[in-house]
């Protein structure tokens, strides 16, 4: 069975411009979660989508935002890039009911 | 607002050592508790997921127990190989508002020398 799998590995931008991030969950799974992990901050909950609707979000600014596909399949939107927005983000996948989160090795992203 | 504490930060072992890392929550109304092996550059994997009514669970060598009402959780690792050297990552989910965000603490970096 495949995991959760994230595109691309590595993405290098420079501030001003904006960042999409993918995310496919494992076969089965209804809900994607997004996670931020900056280095010396730890892991900070961005946003929980399930069945195509954004069920929570996170303490941080609009221009983070996301949507979830039919397939369940997700992206993370991140316009005018940051400094601070290099991190390594990860996304999880659960099945339907709030089950155990299950993640991806992540994007990492680099703002130059 | 729920906050959660690993400790300690880093713990070197020789190998065959049995262990246990810690963590502890500020508000016990969970809904469950997670832990979590981070390779360096890597993604979390799962290790074990304990329900808000259960008090412990067990896979192989590791263990992890919960205590609501204390508002604690131990990782038990029996006899620890080099293998097992990762951050390990304690995450707990609420209910309500709250769920789907785990809330993590920030981890205990473990080595286990040869």
């Known amino acids: 069975e495949a995991g959760v799998t994230q595109s691309p590995t590595h993405l290098i931008k420079t501030r001003g411009q904006q960042a999409t991030l993918r995310c496919s969950p494992i076969?089965?799974?209804?809900?994607v979660y997004w996670y931020q992990q900056a280095l010396g901050l730890g892991l900070q909950f961005l946003l929980w989508?399930?069945?195509?609707?954004?069920?929570n979000r996170g303490n941080f600014p609009p221009r983070f935002s996301g949507r979830q596909f039919p397939n369940y399949s997700s992206e993370l939107n991140v316009n005018a890039l940051e400094l601070e927005d290099s991190a390594l983000y990860l996304c999880?996948?659960?099945?339907?009911?709030?089950?155990?989160?299950?993640f991806g090795d992540g994007t990492r992203l680099s703002i130059l | 607002k729920q906050e959660v504490t690993q400790i300690p930060a880093a713990l070197s072992v020789p190998e065959g050592e049995n262990l246990v890392l810690n963590c502890s929550f500020t508000?016990?109304?969970?809904?469950?508790l997670q832990w979590f092996r981070q390779d360096p550059g890597k993604g979390l994997t799962s290790l074990l997921l304990?329900?808000?009514?259960?008090r412990e669970q067990t896979s192989g060598r590791l263990n992890a127990s919960l205590d609501k009402s204390s508002g604690r959780s131990t990782l038990y690792i029996a006899a620890s190989q080099p293998g097992d050297s990762a951050t390990y990552l304690c995450?707990?989910?609420?209910?309500?508002?709250?769920?789907?965000?785990?809330?993590f603490g920030k981890g205990t970096k473990l080595s286990v020398k040869p």
């Open positions: 999880a996948s659960s099945p339907p009911g709030v089950l155990a989160q299950h």
């Open positions: 076969s089965g799974h209804t809900s």
């Open positions: 989508y399930d069945e195509g609707e954004e069920r």
């Open positions: 508000d016990s109304a969970i809904y469950n």
């Open positions: 304990i329900q808000s009514s259960q």
């Open positions: 995450a707990v989910g609420g209910y309500g508002g709250s769920q789907g965000n785990l809330i």
